[in-house]
């Protein structure tokens, strides 16, 4: 053990010199981006360039949203693309009012719990034809677009044609993901066609070329997103799914609709912090807002074993309510009214040892029942919170010949498990992890951001709250500060509690004292979190009318404005 905090001293220190700044926290980057007429923040710079485009070309944010997710389905396909879902927050300047969107596709009719029973299969796959469930973007872009949009869709999505046309060269990070997915996918049926050259694996600088996807995004520019969902698009969905013994049919497709939903809220000293519920997890990070509130951090430093040890503790309170009560609330009462009370939060906090790590179980309450993110704000002052996801890495490893993309496998996130709440079901929305979020004070729009990263992302937004609340830090030293992590709690989908395997993993920016006192707290630690990246946010001044942007370090992600 004191071989591995000196090994940990030594990578602090060095971390340390290699991040001074003349002004602000060690570990920031760079400075905030600021601008009056608008701000775009992806994980990708020529993405967002094209965000910007769209703005000066009189577009609003919703419009330069869209433009940039469909560009990143080209440019990022390892995350994003039109065979995964999407969720949505927008602040609408003119009714100065929050809009949720959920556009998560559901389970296939024809799929059953029975099947899954007589085949003898314990857990849903991560890859193939089972964990397949409709594919939402598309529809979401739509609704999007008809309630906010400004611009046509063919202008909005000519950016990225013509790169997908053209061809765009390929990041050195994207190129990391892209070769670990051509060596679990290569010989899944379209794949090389579409993601390969001639079935060699891109590497960083290679120009790569979707000319499948730049003929989709064309038709649905002009033909609208009925052909996704209704015309021969779904039919070629439809029969490849069927050929590779999948159940996703063109009568799943074709009654997809997105849902326009309430955005659920809780206030963390004055601030409103807003997500969206279930079945998604954005609750999560309400709860462990609501549970650390009762601590006054002021007296507590960012970084110290009290402050670790706080938050992985209201970590776990809140994520064995969400592994058993968050579903899909078309088929489970969800009690979110208590779940998200300030009174159930002093209950739960109750629960915590502030000297020792605890162990957990869910609330009793009485019940009748990979990814990318990105923010866009206009000079209109409207501005989106949106991420979208084909969840583990690229998707299923299913690519329908000839439109471009690959279909999701986020129907893993069902269990099988009967009489639970996120039991699978067919025409079901499973559980999801990807979660938008927004805060505004005082009625004003104050800060539109998101962090990837699966299972990880309330923590994400928790930390993101805490670092310029609590430690008073701007959004680009928030969004570059060294991150926390645990594991080991309940899931929706694994249902694993085992207590042995809790671990609270710690970028190297914490001290060697630190985690040698959360060890004496009774914390398993361990070092690295393995890419928790993509963070992208912007803030607002009322007063000044100024928009701050930042985007991480951990990506190649860009913020800029005009």
């Avoid at 906010?148 to 990391?176: D, T």
């Avoid at 866009?376 to 949106?386: Q, R, T, Y």
């Avoid at 969004?479 to 609270?504: F, N």
């Amino acid at each position: 053990m004191r071989k591995c905090m000196i090994i940990w001293a030594m990578v602090c220190t060095v971390l340390a010199k290699a991040q001074d700044r003349i002004t602000g926290k060690t570990w920031a980057t760079r400075s905030e981006v600021l601008a009056s007429n608008g701000m775009v923040a992806t994980s990708h710079p020529l993405v967002t360039q094209i965000g910007i485009d769209i703005l000066k070309k009189g577009g609003t944010a919703i419009d330069a949203a869209i433009a940039c997710n469909a560009a990143l389905g080209l440019m990022e396909p390892t995350g994003s693309g039109i065979g995964g879902d999407l969720f949505a927050i927008v602040w609408d300047a003119k009714t100065r009012k929050l809009y949720g969107l959920n556009g998560s596709g559901k389970s296939p009719e024809a799929l059953t719990l029975s099947y899954f029973k007589e085949k003898k299969i314990n857990s849903i796959p991560s890859y193939g034809p089972l964990p397949v469930s409709v594919p939402g973007c598309v529809d979401g872009w739509f609704e999007l677009h008809k309630k906010f949009g400004k611009l046509s869709m063919v202008e909005v999505l000519q950016p990225a044609i013509q790169y997908a046309k053209n061809g765009v060269p390929v990041p050195e990070l994207i190129a990391y993901y892209l070769q670990g997915s051509t060596r679990r996918f290569a010989n899944n049926p379209n794949f090389k066609e579409t993601y390969t050259q001639n079935g060699k694996a891109y590497e960083k600088g290679d120009v790569y070329k979707n000319p499948f996807l730049a003929n989709t995004y064309e038709r649905l520019a002009k033909e609208g997103r009925d052909v996704f969902y209704k015309g021969d698009m779904a039919k070629t969905i439809a029969n490849f799914m069927k050929q590779q013994g999948g159940f996703l049919s063109e009568a799943d497709l074709a009654k997809h609709t997105s849902e326009w939903i309430e955005p659920v809220t809780t206030n963390y000293r004055g601030y409103d912090v807003w997500e969206l519920p279930p079945n998604g997890q954005g609750a999560t990070a309400l709860q462990m807002l609501n549970i650390l509130e009762g601590y006054d951090f002021s007296k507590i430093p960012f970084g110290s074993a009290e402050h670790i040890h706080l938050f992985i503790e209201a970590k776990k309170l809140a994520f064995e309510d969400r592994a058993k009560y968050y579903a899909d609330p078309n088929f489970v009462k969800i009690p979110m009214d208590t779940l998200l009370s300030k009174y159930y939060a002093a209950q739960r906090r109750n629960l915590i040892n502030i000297n020792r790590a605890g162990q957990y179980k869910a609330g009793e309450i009485s019940n009748s029942n990979n990814t990318v993110y990105l923010t866009v704000a206009d000079k209109e002052g409207n501005m989106i919170s949106l991420i979208q996801s084909n969840f583990r890495g690229m998707g299923s490893g299913m690519v329908p010949p000839g439109l471009g993309f690959m279909l999701q496998n986020r129907g893993e996130l069902f269990t099988l498990q009967e009489g639970h709440a996120n039991v699978y079901a067919h025409g079901k929305r499973p559980f999801h992890t990807i979660i938008p979020a927004f805060v505004t004070k005082n009625n004003e729009p104050f800060l539109s951001f998101g962090v990837m990263g699966g299972d990880y992302q309330p923590l994400g937004h928790v930390q993101i709250i805490m670092d310029l609340i609590d430690f008073g830090m701007n959004i680009q030293e928030a969004g570059d500060a060294p991150r926390i992590d645990h594991y080991g709690s309940s899931s929706p989908y694994t249902l694993m509690d085992d207590e042995t395997k809790s671990t609270v993993t710690l970028e190297s920016g914490f001290g060697y004292d630190v985690v040698r006192k959360l060890m004496q707290m009774g914390h398993k630690v361990a070092f690295g979190l393995g890419g928790y990246g993509g963070y992208q946010a912007i803030q607002f001044n009322p007063k000044t009318k100024v928009y701050s942007g930042a985007s991480e370090s951990r990506k190649d992600g860009m913020a800029a404005g005009y």
